[in-house]
């Protein structure tokens, strides 16, 4: 399998980058989150209240079980605590090449201010739980990375173009 897959904390940019990435390349597009949400007729935030977070790690593990078995090729974002999971870091190096979109805390904080629908974000200072979360998720995400982007302050256009040369892919149509 060649996916192209994108990493990364909450707020990075791996569904907005994603769709335009999928778009430029011709590939279809895959969220995890959003698979989980139209497999379990639930929404992410009702899944962890109802069920908690081991259980909806267990969806996110069940979700990339099955796309580590789907041939076509796809431009895939993942949940940001996905490639925290050690069961899930072999699936994600073996399906394809693995993007970590990463960003400054400031701009996580711009972000992600407001936002509601994030369970692990909820009921703390959001500075604080950012950094605390992004500590935790880091030595993961550089474990299964094959590239790193950094998109603060960059237009989408600006990021597909840095992966495309990073990943040497010839033929994509500028969006």
Same mark, same amino acid.
Request: glycine letters at 8%.
């Given at each position: 399998?060649?996916?192209i897959?994108?990493?990364?904390?909450m707020?990075?940019g791996?569904?907005?980058?994603g769709h335009?990435?999928?778009?430029?390349l011709s590939?279809?597009?895959?969220?995890?989150d959003?698979?989980i949400?139209?497999?379990s007729?639930?929404?992410?935030?009702d899944?962890?209240?109802?069920?908690?977070?081991?259980?909806?790690?267990n969806?996110?593990?069940e979700?990339?079980?099955?796309?580590?078995?789907?041939? &076509?090729? =796809?431009?895939i974002?993942?949940?940001?605590g996905?490639? $925290?999971? %050690?069961?899930?870091?072999p699936?994600?190096? *073996?399906?394809?090449s693995v993007i970590f979109?990463?960003a400054?805390?400031?701009?996580?904080?711009?972000?992600?201010?407001?936002d509601?629908?994030?369970p692990?974000?909820?009921?703390a200072d959001?500075?604080?739980?950012i950094r605390?979360?992004?500590?935790?998720?880091?030595?993961?995400?550089?474990?299964?990375?094959?590239?790193?982007?950094?998109t &603060?302050e =960059?237009?989408f256009?600006?990021?597909i173009?840095?992966? $495309?040369r %990073?990943?040497?892919?010839g033929?994509?149509h *500028?969006?």
């Amino acid at each position: 399998m060649n996916h192209i897959i994108l990493i990364g904390f909450m707020g990075s940019g791996k569904t907005s980058v994603g769709h335009h990435l999928s778009e430029a390349l011709s590939l279809p597009f895959l969220d995890t989150d959003e698979e989980i949400e139209k497999n379990s007729q639930m929404k992410i935030t009702d899944i962890f209240s109802q069920y908690g977070e081991r259980y909806f790690r267990n969806l996110e593990t069940e979700t990339l079980e099955k796309l580590s078995e789907d041939q &076509d090729r =796809k431009v895939i974002s993942v949940g940001g605590g996905l490639p $925290v999971e %050690k069961v899930n870091q072999p699936y994600l190096k *073996e399906m394809g090449s693995v993007i970590f979109l990463e960003a400054k805390e400031d701009t996580l904080v711009t972000r992600l201010q407001g936002d509601t629908t994030r369970p692990m974000l909820k009921g703390a200072d959001l500075r604080e739980r950012i950094r605390t979360l992004m500590a935790q998720r880091q030595e993961a995400y550089d474990k299964v990375a094959d590239f790193h982007i950094q998109t &603060d302050e =960059k237009t989408f256009e600006e990021i597909i173009e840095e992966i $495309v040369r %990073k990943m040497h892919i010839g033929g994509y149509h *500028e969006i």
